[in-house]
C-alpha cells in the first residue's frame, strides 16, 4: 500500500522559512520523481517543485531562488525548504510520487504565511 505523509506545515510570519518533510512508504522510492503540489483556497492545484530519480531539479518560477527540494532515497524522504515566505504562498502542500502511469499523493499540509 502506497503512503506518503507530508509534515511541517504551519504558521509562519512573512520573510521567514519552513521545511517540509513527505515520508513514502510502500514504494520502490529512489525509482520515483518526487514533487511538491499546493493548492490555495479557491485555485488550481499547481506544481511548485520537482526532483527525478536521477535529482535532477525543476521549479515553478514563482518560488525559484527561495525553495529547494530535496531527496534522502536512504529515508525515502522527499523535503521541501521554503525561504523567503510571501503571504501568497499560503497553501495547502501536497507530495506527490510518479513513475510513469503510477501516481499517488498525499493528504497535504497547511502552509499559513500571515503576521
Known amino acids: 500500500q502506497v503512503q506518503l505523509v507530508e509534515s511541517g506545515g504551519g504558521l509562519v510570519q512573512p520573510g521567514g522559512s519552513l521545511r517540509l518533510s513527505c515520508a513514502a512508504s510502500?514504494?520502490?522510492?529512489?525509482?520515483?520523481?518526487m514533487g511538491w503540489y499546493r493548492q490555495a483556497p479557491g485555485s488550481q492545484r499547481e506544481l511548485v517543485a520537482v526532483?527525478?530519480?536521477?535529482?535532477?531539479?525543476n521549479y515553478a518560477d514563482s518560488v525559484k531562488g527561495r525553495f529547494t527540494i530535496s531527496r534522502d532515497n536512504a529515508k525515502n524522504t522527499v523535503y521541501l525548504q521554503m525561504g523567503t515566505l510571501k503571504p501568497e504562498d499560503t497553501a495547502v502542500y501536497y507530495c506527490?510520487?510518479?513513475?510513469?502511469?503510477?501516481?499517488?499523493w498525499g493528504q497535504g499540509t497547511l502552509v499559513t504565511v500571515s503576521s
Open positions: 526532483i527525478t530519480s536521477g535529482g535532477s531539479t
Open positions: 506527490n510520487a510518479r513513475l510513469v502511469m503510477k501516481i499517488a
Open positions: 510502500g514504494i520502490a522510492f529512489s525509482l520515483y520523481d
